[in-house]
């Protein structure tokens, strides 16, 4: 596959792509690995992914393929992925927001998306970490994998060509901007249930009521009644 190249070992595939990037003109170009060594989260947090058990996948789309602003995009491609993951496994997934994908209350995979400019184009480049065989997870109880939350096992070369092909394909369709929001908004976790939540180190119970298309999370909170958050500003305890 011409647009997509794998690496036998990466310290971040978000950045290594760039050197792809330096000499091919492709709109979606992407690369995997299942040897990320030094994994990037969001907010400057790592993604631990042991050697042939997880797969590392990023994909860089030019600025003016991405049809919309950067919040929907991040939103556009979490339900990509979230339908992917379902379809796969036959499971329910959700959205844990903004862009962690979830099942059974575990977190099975998650997105970073940055925009980076590379001899003169702009490209998003969307950053993926799937836990695919793995089956611990010491010191990370939040987290799981497609075979510790389903008892499903893929094998990772087809499910990463399956991966590439799946989000080149869907990122290229037309979708609406309100249709993005509503689709994000049916399936995010903990949605009108009351969780636990942690702001600025206050622990407070509130319930989810909806994301918005500027990326803010609306929740009505037990002490302070609705308030709307961006990124950081708020921790869903679960």
Same mark, same amino acid.
């Given at each position: ?9 990466? =310290?971040? =595939?978000? &950045?290594?792509?760039?050197? *792809? ?17 030094? $994994?990037? $989260? ?32 991040? *939103? %556009? +491609? ?12 036959? +499971? ?60 499903? %096992? ?13 989000? +080149?394909? $869907?990122?290229?369709? +037309? ?14 976790? %903990? ?11 206050? %622990? ?11 990326? *803010? ?15 950081? &500003?708020? &921790?869903?305890?679960?």
């Amino acid at each position: 596959m011409d647009s997509l190249y794998y690496l036998k070992k990466s =310290t971040s =595939t978000n &950045e290594e792509i760039v050197n *792809f990037l330096q000499e091919n003109t492709l709109s979606f170009l992407g690369v995997y690995t299942f040897n990320q060594t030094r $994994g990037k $989260g969001q907010y400057g947090n790592s993604w631990e992914a042991p050697k042939n058990l997880n797969i590392s996948y990023s994909l860089a789309v030019k600025n003016e393929d991405s049809q919309r602003s950067h919040q929907l995009f991040n *939103f %556009r +491609t979490a339900l990509l992925l979230r339908d992917f993951l379902a379809k796969l496994t036959k +499971t329910e997934v959700e959205i844990k927001w903004p862009n962690d994908l979830i099942i059974n209350s575990k977190k099975v995979s998650g997105i970073l998306i940055e925009a980076k400019k590379v001899k003169d184009e702009n490209y998003l480049i969307i950053g993926i970490g799937i836990n695919l065989l793995q089956s611990t997870f010491q010191d990370l109880p939040k987290a799981g994998s497609l075979f510790s939350q389903t008892g499903q %096992r893929f094998e990772l070369e087809e499910m990463s060509l399956k991966l590439h092909v799946y989000l +080149t394909e $869907g990122l290229q369709k +037309t979708a609406l901007d309100h249709e993005i929001l509503e689709e994000f908004n049916s399936h995010l976790f %903990r949605k009108g249930k009351i969780s636990v939540f942690e702001i600025q180190g206050v %622990r407070q119970n509130g319930i989810i009521q909806f994301a918005d298309e500027e990326g *803010f999370l609306h929740v009505e909170l037990e002490n302070d009644g609705l308030q709307k958050f961006f990124h950081k &500003e708020i &921790e869903l305890l679960y």
